[in-house]
RNA sequence: CGGAGCGUGGUGUAACGGCUAACAUUCCUGUUUUGGGAACAGGCGACUCCGGGUUCGAAUCCCGGCGCUCCGACCA
């Protein structure tokens, strides 16, 4: 895309009611507008970044056998009263509203009991499953208090899925097969290293349940980290009982603040329980499915890439969920006009490039790349063009190399 | 939901109860410039969040509302 055609443009200050990092970033550079306390729409920037994170995120949910769906955010409060969850006193963060003929509706924090009601309609018998079934889903979500900028919002894209199994072993290694593939997703969208793996309260059908918290001071969880074996325990279900449970010591682990970035739970049987959802096993008997749900958050992800990675000049993003591959810099005229070539060879290449066209000069040209961070950046000046070549910069480690136009266009 | 703070051009800030609300930046015009947010000149842009009140006079003081941020509680 030629930068010149962007409608955003990047600012030197961000708004003085944002305090968080990730926020005055993604503002600054263009990727998120906020439109009321933990409402923020998505900008052209922010709306590609999004959906490589989502891509990352589909990738493993198909890879381990998950359907994708699209349920809808209405909801009627019939269901919800089978499973206990329409009273404001059992839910304190329902958005509610109502139809011209008074009636209630609810706007979905979360999809377990929709869902399992609709695959009440398909699952009948043991040969039926096991069956995986995901989505990307707009939340709402009414906070008593939205904040960190895009960390805790009231609305948000959520990818959640939900797993319905025949018995607590199948359950279990699919619990087992999620936990991997979250780990790989954490560690594709470059939050590997700091993100663990974290017990935490598993609620009446398990023992515990498992977070993945990326260490940032901008986390509002509190966990304590074993680095060697590389998981954690959530300060509130910290005791003597869990550590035993888990073979660890308590100087062995030390105390970090932390984003939950995805949560997999047990929810053995419920939820299908509550409607009703069994099947026919082998020898002719009812047996009520074992659930599980499985939730990341992909503006959150965004959010703690924007924390974590980025530096003094702005974000930083790892090539697999960047929104675009290379930002080429054109500096002067007869620059521009070769660069215009390369950008259009490297576009019919498939290359994701922004090609920085404007007629501005090079310091604030390098100075909005380094803020967007787009992870390779390329510049085409006269003096490149001297040697017939283009510079190539690492936004991340910031080294940078000559190449000659013909091998860099061959390579890419 | 409890506590604290804050609402002034698009953005960031200033202005003792007293002149035409100032400065920077952004944006527009022109000249000059062209490898790290350039320089000069000119220009556009604000009923000072909303509604009341006090006062000869309110951005400024008082009351109410709305909004935003932070701390805490909450986060199935």
Redesign the pocket.
């Known amino acids: 895309m030629k930068q010149s055609l962007l409608f955003t ?12 990092k990730n926020a005055e970033l993604l503002i ?1 550079a263009g990727f998120i507008h ?1 439109d ?4 923020y729409s998505l900008l052209p920037l922010g709306l590609k970044t999004m959906n490589r994170i989502v891509e990352v995120i589909r990738k493993e949910m198909n890879a381990i056998g998950g359907q994708e769906v699209e349920l809808t955010a209405l909801q009627s409060k019939e269901i919800w009263e089978k499973s206990g ?1 329409w009273d404001d006193k ?4 329902w958005f509610k509203t109502k139809l011209k003929n008074d009636t209630e509706l609810g706007l979905a ?2 999809h ?1 009991e929709p869902l399992t009601k609709l695959m009440t309609e398909y699952l009948r018998s043991f040969r039926d499953f096991p069956v995986y079934v995901y989505q990307f889903q707009t ?1 709402f ?1 009414n ?7 895009i960390m ?1 919002g009231r609305e948000f894209l959520m990818k959640d899925l939900y797993s319905f199994s025949r018995d607590e072993k199948e359950h279990g290694e699919f619990y087992e097969k999620v936990k991997e593939a979250y780990l790989n997703i954490f560690s594709e969208v470059g939050l590997g290293e700091k993100t663990f793996t974290t017990f935490a ?1 598993g ?1 009446s059908f398990s023992k515990y349940s498992h977070e993945f918290q990326t260490l940032t001071e901008a986390g ?2 509190m966990i304590y980290v074993h680095e060697a074996k590389k998981i954690a325990i959530n300060k509130e279900v910290l005791n003597d009982e869990v550590l035993n449970d888990l073979g660890l010591k308590r100087d062995e682990l030390v105390e970090k603040k932390a984003v939950e970035v995805g ?1 997999i739970f047990s929810l053995g049987t419920r939820f299908s329980d509550a409607f009703d959802l069994k099947y026919v096993d082998e020898k002719g008997e009812k047996k009520s499915a074992v659930m599980g ?1 499985y939730g990341i958050g992909p503006g959150r992800v965004m959010g703690t890439i924007a924390e974590v990675l980025s530096d003094e ?2 974000l930083v993003w790892p090539a697999s969920v960047a929104p675009f591959d290379m930002h080429l810099i054109a ?3 007869s620059a521009t006009a070769k660069a215009l070539e390369i950008y259009t060879d490297l576009s019919k290449k498939g290359v994701e490039v922004l090609f920085d066209d404007r ?6 040209k ?6 967007i961070g787009i992870p390779t ?1 390329i ?6 063009l001297a040697e017939e070549s283009v ?1 190539i ?1 690492d936004r991340k480690t910031g080294e ?1 190399s000559m190449k000659k136009i013909s091998e860099f266009l061959n390579e890419n």
Request: without cysteine; glycine residues 8%.
């Open positions: 443009k990047t600012r030197k200050d961000a708004p003085k009611d944002e305090v968080s600054r906020k009321m306390a933990g409402v969850r059992t839910v304190d963060n924090f979360t377990e939340k979500r906070e008593t208090r939205a904040k960190s900028g805790r309260s609620g509002e969880d949560n749900s000049k702005g500096l002067g005229e007629d501005a000069r090079a310091g604030e390098f100075a909005d790349s380094d803020l950046r510049v085409v000046s006269d003096k490149t510079e910069k940078t």
